[in-house]
């Protein structure tokens, strides 16, 4: 009998070191697919992250000011009506030979705050030629006159005026390239006057935008053409209008209207 007994013994032993191990087995394969399911999730959500950091960035520098729908980029959005192409100069624009390959001076006013500008006929003929055309037409007075939108952000500091409509949109029936003068590092200084514009390199028009401090925007596009500086009158232009802010919306504190209604009241070149 005690044979018998002790293989039964051995037996319910070993059918205990089964279940234990098949138990320890069990949660082990438990474990392994709850890693990878963890893992694909915290991976899932790092593309996430990366998507919405690539998204803000896109809508950051590329719908910026201009656009009807503020964000926080100095670019104009063109209407539906204006379809630049991607490649080439839309419509009947300025020649570039009307810079004259020098250098502009003369005065801006916002809202009878005086700013001395200087163009650079030279090294952006073609965005200064289409400034100075529109200037002589009293456009920047009149039809463009309104400045839409102002940025008071860590890296952007901006005004942005001249669109047809006054709010960022609107066809004027010309669009232009390319991009000139812009910095390869994206660091813009105060007091730079650079066009503002759409996706593409062909897409300025007639909206500009003018830092009031050093702005730093996304070089992956081309940047913006940079064709004058704000030689005088600056503090001015802060104390009287960029410091009271932007008026909030519910997407964003730093990007918007001024809260001082701006306009161009006064503009000449010589």
């Known amino acids: 009998m005690a044979p018998s007994k002790n293989a039964e013994r051995d037996a319910r032993e070993a059918r205990d070191r089964l279940r234990r191990y098949n138990a320890r087995q069990a949660v082990h394969t438990h474990q392994v697919k709850r890693r990878k399911r963890d893992n694909i999730a915290a991976v899932v959500g790092v593309v996430v992250v990366v998507a919405l950091a690539t998204l803000t960035q896109v809508l950051y520098f590329t719908t910026g000011p201009g656009a009807a729908t503020p964000s926080a980029s ?14 080439k100069n839309t419509g009947d ?17 916002l809202n009878a705050v005086p700013l001395g500008i200087e163009l650079d006929g030279k090294a952006a003929s073609q965005a200064t030629s289409v400034f100075i055309s529109l200037a002589q037409k009293s456009f920047y007075t009149t039809t463009g006159a309104t400045c839409h939108r102002l ?51 062909f897409s300025q028009s007639t909206q500009f935008f003018i830092t009031y401090a050093a702005t730093t925007l996304d070089t992956s596009t081309g940047g913006y053409t940079v064709f004058g500086k704000v030689t005088s009158g600056l503090d001015g232009f802060v104390s009287a209008i960029a410091s009271k802010g932007v008026v909030a919306t519910a997407t964003s504190t730093s990007d918007g209207a001024p809260v001082v209604a701006t306009k161009i009241t006064k503009l000449t070149l010589k």
Not at 80 to 85: C, E, G, K, M
Not at 94 to 107: F, L, V
């Open 74 to 87: 100095p670019s104009a959005s063109p209407s539906p009506s204006a379809s630049p192409d991607a490649t």
């Open 93 to 109: 624009v300025p020649a570039s030979t009307i810079a004259e390959g020098r250098t502009w001076t003369g005065e801006l006013d």
């Open 151 to 201: 940025t008071n952000s860590p890296t952007a500091n901006l005004i942005q005026c001249g669109s047809v409509n006054g709010d960022g949109s609107g066809d004027i029936g010309f669009s232009f390239g390319p991009i000139e003068n812009a910095p390869a590092d994206g660091v813009y200084p105060a007091g730079t006057i650079a066009m503002a514009r759409g996706t593409g390199a």
